[in-house]
């Protein structure tokens, strides 16, 4: 691969230095269409909440809000990015965990909240008129790592499901008349039947909720957690056995428990943007000894994945395919687990060649940091052979000027 979006990756170094972030814009636009397209031929009243959490750049969500998606917020922070990418009030959703009362003041700006605890009932503010939702734990859940699992009992997330009837019964007692019902039980999931699974879950525990309250759910929302291949020889999530199954569950669930079938809400993030991702660095030394180690110019404050999750990432030497033997590489930061990929086939890399980590477009930028003083890097858009610098390289100035003097 020696370009993105028709952008040439050697010209986008030395134009914008390295280590760099790349977003291929058709990709964006395509996945968005995909999974829009997919749902909706299936279940016309399907919403879809792009979850801001896994790139939260406003370049992107503004392509992505264009492409009819509306926006699920984790902050108030989050929720000022929707507003700023022109999303609507009706368009933003609030799923939070462990709100203050300021972090919910931001839930009267949007159409939505999805609370994690019945204690964030007293929090909402007064002037909240939006639609009332709870995160309910399913008791169990999957993740392709143990960190990325938001289910089961060891999960810090959502309200057990026993206890959801009284919560909602609670809610109704303080005089709320709009709600929905909320679910997510892990990220990057490619098997379609664990999303049926849960959506029979979810929809169960509705009619549990709301049959006796006499009201119906405007929706119900599984989350997100849609996966992506990230080594070669994964089988990537077949989007439309996905839909066909969540769909067709929900479906035979309402009529089952005789529901007024709600609109359905999913949360995609890294579906969205993770495969139209890449971080581009640069080789800056290699040492030979029991093992190969090759240095980039990026490091565990630029993608932090691999020391966080033990997470992989296909990586590419530009203009380089023979292997010769193997190499771990490893960035600048004074961590032993700095490593991106230990003892993989590699070519003769040499100082000065450019290394492109792919599926970099979730949870890697918006994850970075400047730790060590090794600042954020730089963030391009890519499309029609033409790049916009979205987000600048962070500046030393910068960096001191969160200090006080």
């Known amino acids: ?44 009243a ?20 264009a492409c009819g998606l509306s926006a699920d917020c984790a902050s108030p922070v989050e929720v000022m990015l929707a507003e700023r990418a022109g999303l609507p009030r009706e368009r933003i959703m609030y799923t939070g965990n462990y709100e203050s009362r300021d972090d919910l003041s931001a839930a009267a700006r949007c159409g939505a909240v999805n609370l994690d605890d019945i204690a964030a009932l007293e929090k909402l503010p007064a002037e909240f008129d939006g639609i009332l939702s709870f ?38 007692e303080h005089g709320f008349t709009r709600f929905g019902i909320h679910l997510m039980a892990g990220s990057n999931n490619r ?18 909720v709301f049959r006796p309250l006499r009201k119906m759910p405007e929706y119900l929302d599984i989350g997100g957690g849609f996966g992506i291949p990230y080594a070669d020889g994964e089988e990537p999530l077949d989007i439309d056995a996905l ?42 030394g290699v040492k030979k000894g029991p093992r190969r180690f090759v240095g980039l110019d990026a490091g565990m404050n630029t993608l932090i994945r691999p020391a966080l999750y033990g997470a992989r990432h296909r990586v590419t030497v530009i ?41 970099a477009g979730a949870y890697c930028a918006a994850m970075a940091m400047s730790y060590n003083g090794r600042l954020r890097p730089a963030e391009v858009l890519c499309g029609n052979g033409s790049a916009r610098l979205i987000a600048r390289a962070e500046s030393a100035e910068e960096f001191f000027g969160r200090f006080t003097v």
């Open 243 to 284: 839909a066909r199954a969540v769909t067709g569950v929900l479906t035979g669930c309402c009529a089952e428990h005789g529901l007024t079938p709600p609109r359905l809400r999913i949360e995609p993030g890294r579906f969205i943007v993770g495969d139209a991702g890449y971080l581009l660095t640069r080789v800056t």
């Open 191 to 208: 098997d379609p039947l664990f999303f049926a699974r849960m959506t029979a879950i979810l929809c169960h525990i509705a009619a549990e």
């Open 319 to 359: 203009g380089k395919d023979a292997v010769v033997g193997t190499a771990t590489l490893c960035g600048r930061i004074c961590e032993n687990t700095d490593i991106f990929a230990a003892d993989i086939p590699f070519p003769d890399a040499v100082e000065g060649d450019l290394v492109l980590f792919r599926d």
């Open 135 to 172: 995160r309910v734990n399913p008791g169990e859940g999957s993740g392709s790592h143990p960190g990325i699992v938001t289910g089961g009992p060891d999960a810090k997330f959502g309200i057990p499901l026993e206890q959801a009837p009284a919560t909602y019964r609670l809610a109704a």
């Open 46 to 65: 399907t919403d879809i909440f792009y979850a801001v959490k896994a790139n939260g750049n406003p370049h992107l969500l503004q392509l992505i809000a």
């Open 1 to 44: 691969m020696n370009a993105i979006g028709g952008c040439d990756l050697h010209e986008l170094a030395a134009r914008f230095g390295t280590p760099l972030y790349l977003y291929d814009a058709a990709r964006i636009e395509r996945n968005c269409r995909v999974i829009g397209d997919a749902f909706r031929a299936h279940y016309p």
